[in-house]
């Protein structure tokens, strides 16, 4: 079964920038997976921010970070990032990452296409 781990959180203030991570567990290989990157705040239901294929590297965002979010992927180091700038404090929520090997179109950002999940990391924006 497929083990995703995000790393990159952490507290930055308003205006800043964090890199997330999505890396597959050893043994692992992300190259025939769309990865979702979501997130969610305290009280408030999952979110999708973004979407990378495993093809092509189409990809799409929600439209509360399009513009200041970027997704990309390396596969030669099997791993999926999120670029943030330009944080807001109501970016502040856990973030998730998840695997799947198909995605019906047009629900590129719906957590319910996604089977594999990672731990989640705590991004907050404060000042």
């Known amino acids: 079964q497929l083990q995703l781990v995000e790393s990159g959180g952490g507290l930055v203030q308003p205006g800043g920038s964090l890199r997330l991570s999505c890396a597959a567990a050893?043994?692992?290989?992300?190259?025939?997976?769309?990865i979702g990157w979501f997130r969610q705040a305290p009280g408030k239901e999952r979110e999708g921010v973004s979407y990378?294929?495993?093809?092509?590297?189409?990809?799409y965002y929600a439209d509360s970070v399009k513009g200041r979010f970027t997704t990309s992927r390396d596969n030669a180091k099997n791993t999926v990032y999120l670029q943030m700038n330009s944080l807001k404090p109501e970016d502040t929520a856990v973030y998730y990452c998840?695997?799947?090997?198909?995605?019906?179109?047009?629900?590129?950002?719906?957590?319910?296409?996604?089977?594999?999940w990672g731990q989640g990391t705590q991004v907050t924006v404060s000042s």
């Open positions: 050893s043994g692992f290989t992300l190259d025939y997976y769309a």
């Open positions: 998840a695997a799947s090997g198909i995605i019906r179109v047009g629900a590129e950002l719906s957590s319910k296409e996604y089977i594999y």
């Open positions: 990378i294929s495993s093809s092509d590297g189409t990809t």
